[in-house]
């Protein structure tokens, strides 16, 4: 870890990266700063601080998206734990116990935190293969059925992200080798031209194009005999930004079910505020009852029960202090309990490989405080700053972005809870992720589970191309640009899209320096 700071006047980043949800009447009430961000940064104008004052960093290089918060080594006592748990994040795991972090599997996703979230978060690539060892590939798979009206998971059978790796002599639930990504053709219903009829995407080798993906899997990679693959469907879903989640963690639940009752009243693009999950782990610093706010989905309702917490363990497979049992499924362990190449190798019957593989009382293989200095790291990654807020170009692209009332759902501020007790500092923060942190329907071609989905953070996104070289956007990564993310907004938000594609090129030009700017 290194930090660099930069005079932000100097920054000028061409960038791109967003998953916008929706729009609303040009009598939104969340308008940004009166003095749209013309002066320089400092304590007059917030919106250079994207993080707050305490969870900013002033950085722009490819290093952005991994810097700590300005107070962790200011002598709060969290330098330490942040490092450690970077390692954690940044590390490998094995099945070697002695090497290194041990632990993985016996089925697993992959090996190391990273390499779900390249970049720090910087988002993953689209890719051509389902392939988990390559290294741009963050994607996640889910098994679920989609004559289902909740899409429900097939959960009998599968993990709800699906395994498909395993350690000698366990198999993997799908055998990657059978699972085909093909990315389909798509045209809109104005033939992928703008009001003007300039082509989508002219300019570019794929000028007047969208695409999105479709997911086969050969019932021959299938490891349950009596799963019937032709009746289910595949989902890809993208992981998502690791930096800033201290600080949505910090907005209060009274907040966010207060911003889901104003939208329900305004009567345009009205989200679905996550349902009520109870967290009563004894580890969780806000244990009880909370409005879902992470994933795509609002599945989780604090950080500490979010998807990082989650992710340590069930994408490596790896157990701790209050996770002492494997994250499998009691198809799997009957499966491979019956396997005759399983109980040879491992030389154990049908029932100790079950009770095994089944047990809730396993060693741990991450220790508490490995895991609590992981959660200080993950609790304080810091928000890059904006960057050209007082630019002439990105001063129309905001306008614009108000005018067409992206705010809706891309809510521009909130102030985080007065007593966040994890880590005091994200206390009282004023920050600008442009998000309502609720979900939406975009109405989009073939989405997969996700077909209403929560409204992803904008801050620091322009940074993208810098961080990891390309800007593939939406669950599914199927925009290639914060162009086609604009135009696969339909559903709650299709007046925006229409909006914005009845501008001028100029503006939509505009539009685009803004959210690569904030």
């Given at each position: 870890?290194?930090r660099f700071?930069l005079?932000?006047?100097t920054l000028v980043m061409p960038?791109f990266?967003?998953?916008f949800t929706?729009c609303?009447?040009?009598?939104?009430p969340?308008?940004?700063?009166k003095d749209?961000?013309?002066?320089?940064?400092?304590?007059?104008?917030a919106e250079?601080?994207?993080?707050?004052k305490?969870?900013t960093?002033?950085m722009?290089s490819?290093?952005?998206?991994?810097?700590?918060m300005?107070f962790?080594?200011?002598?709060?006592g969290?330098?330490?734990?942040?490092?450690?748990?970077?390692r954690?994040f940044e590390?490998?795991f094995?099945t070697?116990e002695?090497?290194?972090?041990s632990?993985?599997?016996p089925?697993?996703?992959?090996?190391?935190?990273?390499?779900?979230?390249?970049?720090?978060?910087?988002?993953s690539?689209?890719?051509?293969?389902?392939d988990?060892s390559d290294?741009?590939n963050?994607?996640?798979?889910?098994?679920y059925?989609?004559a289902?009206p909740t899409?429900a998971?097939?959960?009998?059978y599968?993990?709800g992200?699906?395994?498909?790796?395993a350690?000698?002599p366990f198999?993997?639930p799908?055998?990657e080798?059978?699972i085909?990504l093909?990315w389909?053709p798509y045209?809109?219903e104005y033939?992928n031209k703008y009001?003007?009829g300039t082509?989508?995407?002219?300019?570019?080798s794929y000028?007047?194009?969208?695409?999105?993906?479709?997911v086969?899997?050969a019932?021959s990679?299938?490891l349950?005999?009596d799963f019937?693959?032709?009746?289910h469907?595949?989902s890809?879903?993208?992981?998502?930004g690791i930096?800033?989640v201290g600080?949505?963690?910090?907005?209060s639940?009274?907040d966010?079910?207060?911003?889901y009752?104003?939208?329900?009243?305004?009567g345009y693009a009205?989200?679905v505020?996550?349902?009520?999950?109870?967290e009563?782990?004894?580890?969780?610093p806000f244990?009880?009852v909370?409005?879902?706010?992470f994933?795509?989905?609002?599945?989780?309702?604090?950080?500490?029960?979010?998807?990082?917490?989650?992710a340590?363990?069930?994408?490596?497979?790896v157990?701790r202090p209050e996770?002492t049992?494997?994250?499998?499924?009691?198809?799997?362990?009957?499966v491979m309990s019956q396997?005759a190449?399983v109980?040879?190798?491992?030389?154990?019957?049908?029932?100790?490989?079950?009770n095994y593989?089944?047990?809730?009382t396993l060693?741990?293989?991450?220790?508490?405080?490995?895991?609590?200095a992981f959660?200080v790291?993950?609790?304080?990654?810091a928000v890059?700053?904006?960057r050209?807020l007082?630019d002439?170009?990105?001063?129309?692209?905001?306008?614009?972005?108000n005018?067409?009332g992206?705010?809706a759902?891309?809510k521009?501020s909130?102030?985080t809870r007065?007593?966040?007790?994890p880590?005091?500092e994200?206390?009282?923060?004023?920050?600008?992720p442009y998000t309502?942190?609720?979900?939406?329907?975009?109405?989009m071609?073939?989405?997969g589970?996700v077909?209403?989905?929560?409204?992803?953070?904008?801050?620091?996104?322009?940074?993208?191309?810098?961080?990891?070289g390309?800007a593939?956007?939406?669950?599914?990564l199927r925009?290639r640009?914060?162009?086609?993310?604009?135009?696969w907004?339909?559903?709650?938000a299709?007046r925006c899209?229409?909006?914005?594609?009845?501008?001028?090129k100029?503006?939509?030009?505009?539009?685009i320096a803004?959210l690569?700017?904030?």
């Amino acid at each position: 870890m290194k930090r660099f700071n930069l005079l932000l006047g100097t920054l000028v980043m061409p960038a791109f990266f967003v998953v916008f949800t929706s729009c609303e009447p040009e009598d939104s009430p969340d308008i940004p700063d009166k003095d749209n961000g013309k002066k320089v940064y400092n304590e007059a104008n917030a919106e250079w601080f994207p993080g707050g004052k305490n969870g900013t960093v002033f950085m722009a290089s490819s290093r952005a998206y991994r810097q700590p918060m300005p107070f962790i080594d200011a002598g709060a006592g969290y330098y330490t734990d942040f490092m450690r748990g970077e390692r954690i994040f940044e590390k490998s795991f094995v099945t070697s116990e002695g090497m290194g972090y041990s632990g993985l599997g016996p089925v697993y996703i992959r090996k190391s935190c990273i390499a779900c979230h390249p970049s720090y978060g910087g988002r993953s690539k689209r890719v051509d293969k389902f392939d988990t060892s390559d290294s741009r590939n963050g994607y996640l798979l889910m098994i679920y059925d989609p004559a289902s009206p909740t899409l429900a998971l097939a959960s009998k059978y599968f993990t709800g992200m699906t395994q498909t790796r395993a350690v000698a002599p366990f198999k993997a639930p799908i055998d990657e080798a059978g699972i085909k990504l093909t990315w389909e053709p798509y045209t809109d219903e104005y033939g992928n031209k703008y009001t003007d009829g300039t082509p989508y995407n002219a300019g570019t080798s794929y000028a007047g194009t969208l695409i999105y993906p479709k997911v086969e899997i050969a019932q021959s990679a299938i490891l349950f005999p009596d799963f019937d693959m032709s009746k289910h469907a595949a989902s890809l879903e993208a992981t998502i930004g690791i930096y800033g989640v201290g600080l949505l963690d910090a907005i209060s639940d009274d907040d966010l079910r207060t911003q889901y009752a104003d939208e329900q009243a305004r009567g345009y693009a009205k989200g679905v505020i996550g349902a009520d999950i109870n967290e009563a782990d004894p580890s969780n610093p806000f244990p009880g009852v909370h409005p879902g706010r992470f994933t795509y989905l609002c599945t989780r309702g604090t950080l500490d029960n979010g998807p990082g917490s989650n992710a340590i363990w069930n994408i490596t497979n790896v157990t701790r202090p209050e996770r002492t049992y494997h994250y499998i499924t009691d198809e799997y362990a009957k499966v491979m309990s019956q396997d005759a190449d399983v109980q040879k190798a491992r030389g154990e019957s049908k029932e100790e490989i079950y009770n095994y593989l089944m047990s809730n009382t396993l060693t741990p293989e991450l220790t508490k405080a490995d895991y609590d200095a992981f959660m200080v790291w993950h609790r304080s990654v810091a928000v890059p700053a904006a960057r050209n807020l007082d630019d002439e170009k990105v001063q129309r692209g905001k306008t614009l972005f108000n005018e067409t009332g992206c705010t809706a759902c891309h809510k521009p501020s909130w102030k985080t809870r007065s007593n966040y007790t994890p880590m005091p500092e994200l206390s009282n923060q004023t920050i600008y992720p442009y998000t309502d942190l609720l979900r939406h329907d975009l109405d989009m071609k073939e989405p997969g589970r996700v077909k209403v989905c929560r409204t992803t953070p904008l801050w620091g996104r322009g940074l993208m191309p810098v961080v990891s070289g390309y800007a593939d956007m939406l669950h599914d990564l199927r925009a290639r640009n914060y162009e086609e993310a604009i135009l696969w907004h339909g559903g709650e938000a299709k007046r925006c899209k229409d909006d914005f594609r009845s501008m001028s090129k100029d503006d939509r030009e505009a539009l685009i320096a803004f959210l690569r700017s904030i």
